[in-house]
């Protein structure tokens, strides 16, 4: 069972990429933020930062919805944060973006990924079963574009990243902010 600690060891951000454009005839991996993705995304970024959530590593989708979400999110955020496009994030299973969180280095404390549905949905259900009932119960029922779910872990190192292993901290979207 997940538990809380005061100080977690490892703590995982994940980010649903903000509300995208439909244009005709643009390939889905080439998709831009619609204008109010642009908003949802600085309001998440503006939130990180004040709560101080921000992560040592961020992984990227490739897809440009995504990168330009965490572009928005990286302006709001202050230090240093190393960031890697991640292609095995674009398109895939619950179970790989828990694969690519088991391969991050132990020196890595706070993670973020910046991804899709409904891989992230997913894989946050699958990770947590404990927290916040409140923020569980949302979670579970939907997971929105610029949705931001923080879970933390109680483990040494990301290899040991299991299913059920994470407590949910919190779960917020644009919409819950305001």
Do not use: C
């Amino acid at each position: 069972m997940a538990k809380k600690s005061a100080e977690p060891k490892r703590r995982l951000i994940l980010l649903r990429h903000a509300k995208s454009a439909w244009p005709d005839g643009v390939a889905d991996r080439e998709r831009p933020l619609a204008e109010r993705g642009r908003k949802a995304a600085h309001v998440i970024g503006a939130y990180m930062a004040r709560e101080k959530l921000i992560p040592d590593l961020a992984l990227v989708s490739p897809a440009r919805r995504a990168q330009e979400t965490w572009k928005v999110v990286r302006k709001t955020l202050s230090g240093k944060v190393d960031e890697r496009e991640a292609p095995d994030i674009y398109e895939v299973s619950a179970e790989r973006i828990i694969d690519e969180i088991r391969a991050v280095g132990s020196d890595i404390r706070t993670l973020l990924i910046v991804g899709h549905n409904p891989g992230m949905e997913k894989a946050a259900s699958l990770l947590v079963t404990d927290g916040d009932a409140d923020a569980v119960d949302r979670m579970e029922d939907k997971f929105p574009t610029a949705g931001l779910a923080v879970i933390d872990f109680d483990v040494d190192g990301w290899d040991e990243t299991a299913a059920g292993s994470g407590y949910l901290e919190r779960f917020v979207t644009p919409k819950s902010l305001g």
